[in-house]
């Protein structure tokens, strides 16, 4: 299976932006890209995914390198709340079906 | 509208007992999926399950471990005579569709074995 390689963690000022970044240089054509975020003592939430194109909602924002592999997660202005650990994560076509495969993700510590 | 529901949320087991974790997904929700979470790790597939069937299971243990989604009810993942590499927290999601591309988590079930 395809892999996601994160950095263990990150620190950011509150109202910075953010870069997250991942590499998955194994990925495969048809495997989109993934990213939840995980809070303490709870279960991940979606953040963003795709597969090509650079993508943007009202959360972040997903840059992906032109080969795919290589993706960057962008909070624009990081908020205490942001802190989390952020999985980068490829879903996986396999049998008719899909799985995420999850990295070992980046604790954001995000400072006041 | 309810998100996906997991209980217990803390599970005590000693050596040798048996664990069932259950999981309710949310409303509409016919896919359900079980993940395993080990101390400072991140989350390992286990089983990929719709109602009544068990589509992927490549993720799971061959021995000790099982789950199950019946027509009525919540899944259950049954682990039989725990031991403490078994103790993780054990997460469901849930989706509408297979290939939706979000998939809803429960809180998790932290499951400790003495």
């Known amino acids: 299976d395809a892999k996601t390689t994160q950095p263990n963690s990150m620190e950011s000022n509150e109202e910075e932006p953010v870069h997250l970044p991942c590499n998955h240089s194994?990925?495969?054509?048809?495997?989109?890209i993934h990213w939840y975020r995980q809070l303490p003592s709870q279960g991940p939430e979606y953040v963003i995914h795709?597969?090509?194109s650079n993508v943007n909602n009202r959360m972040a924002s997903l840059a992906i390198a032109e080969d795919r592999k290589s993706s960057t997660l962008i909070l624009h202005r990081a908020t205490l709340r942001d802190a989390a650990v952020y999985y980068c994560?490829?879903?996986?076509?396999?049998?008719?079906?899909?799985?995420?495969?999850f990295g070992t993700g980046t604790r954001l510590k995000v400072l006041a | 509208n309810a998100g996906v529901m997991q209980n217990p949320r803390h599970l005590v087991r000693r050596r040798g007992q048996e664990a069932r974790l259950r999981c309710s997904p949310m409303?509409?929700?016919?896919?359900v999926y079980w993940y395993r979470q080990l101390p400072e790790e991140g989350l390992k597939f286990m089983v990929y399950?719709?109602?009544?069937?068990?589509?992927?299971e490549s993720g799971m243990p061959k021995e000790r471990f099982s789950a199950e989604f019946p027509k009525e009810g919540p899944s259950i993942l049954r682990i039989q005579q725990v031991v403490r590499g078994d103790s993780a927290a054990y997460f469901c999601?849930?989706?509408?569709?297979?290939?939706?591309?979000?998939?809803?988590f429960g809180p998790g079930t932290r499951l400790t074995v003495t």
């Open positions: 795709g597969l090509t």
């Open positions: 409303k509409g929700h016919s896919h």
């Open positions: 399950l719709q109602k009544e069937n068990i589509i992927d």
């Open positions: 994560i490829l879903r996986h076509a396999t049998s008719g079906t899909y799985k995420y495969i």
């Open positions: 194994t990925i495969s054509g048809t495997d989109y």
């Open positions: 999601a849930s989706s509408p569709t297979v290939d939706l591309y979000e998939q809803y």
